[in-house]
């Protein structure tokens, strides 16, 4: 099993998946109308697939689930470039921070940041800070999920086991989750050989929990981790056996 894709909502997927392809340098992978797919592939590392799927309205909610970009010594120039390309900027009550906060064209915030030793080998999205009701509890649980590995001296942080690509970072929520769903959601996808009841059950024994929308009957199986942030755990490729 590992990660595959960031899933990120959207009122128009053509606008607002054509903005992150270019914050990222994607390649993409999926264009309809309703779905746009563009993959970051770090070199030596992972690969993620942001996932831009249609809704019919806008963001209501406070997001659970956003990206921190590589700005470094290029900070300035990078926010320009993201302006250029459609971002604002956006106050979130931030107040004086060394990080930029920015709104794409949906409106969802992002951060371009700072200088710092732990974005080496990055990548254009240095993190993804998702937020926890117990960071240190649902670091262990999507450590497990992943097998993305601790990153020293910071034990809510997560990395590849290739130390290459975004940080997957837990960090303490400002207010439970609510009902609504989130905006942005991780996927999994099961390897060859992964049996979808096993995880399921892996899952449920580590706090996590399966639940049932009534979305039609699709492929994959619906989730959420012990702070009730969503994810969805995707069938093995086409062509293995499970």
């Given amino acids: 099993m590992y990660l595959e894709n960031l899933i990120i909502d959207a009122v128009e997927p053509q606008r607002l998946g054509g903005f992150w392809e270019a914050v990222i340098g994607g390649e993409r992978l999926t264009d309809e109308i309703d779905i746009v797919e563009t993959r970051l592939a770090i070199e030596g590392g992972p690969e993620l697939d942001l996932c831009f799927q249609q809704v019919s309205d806008p963001p209501t909610s406070e997001p659970r689930l956003h990206l921190d970009l590589l700005g470094g010594a290029r900070q300035d120039s ?10 604002r900027h956006l106050d979130i009550g931030q107040g004086d921070v060394p990080w930029v906060v920015l709104a794409d064209p949906e409106g969802n915030p992002c951060c371009v940041m700072n200088d710092r030793a732990a974005y080496v080998d990055t990548g254009p999205i240095a993190a993804l800070p ?18 993305w ?23 303490p929520e400002p207010a ?18 992964d049996d979808p009841d096993e995880v399921a059950a892996g899952i449920a024994e580590r706090g996590g929990r399966e639940y049932h929308p009534d979305w039609g009957d699709l492929p994959w199986r619906f989730y959420t981790d012990p702070s009730g942030n969503e994810f969805c755990v995707l069938p093995a490729p086409r062509g293995t056996v499970q």
């Fill in 149 to 171: 590995v601790r990153v020293p001296g910071a034990s809510r942080t997560l990395r590849h086991p290739s130390l290459r690509g975004p940080l997957l970072e837990l960090c």
């Fill in 130 to 147: 998702l937020d926890s009701a117990d960071p240190d509890g649902d670091a262990e649980f999507w450590s497990w999920l992943t097998g």
């Fill in 176 to 193: 439970p989750k609510g009902a609504t769903k989130n905006r942005m959601h991780l996927d999994m996808r099961l390897a060859a050989g």
């Fill in 78 to 87: 990078e926010v320009e470039r993201l302006i250029g390309l459609g971002a």
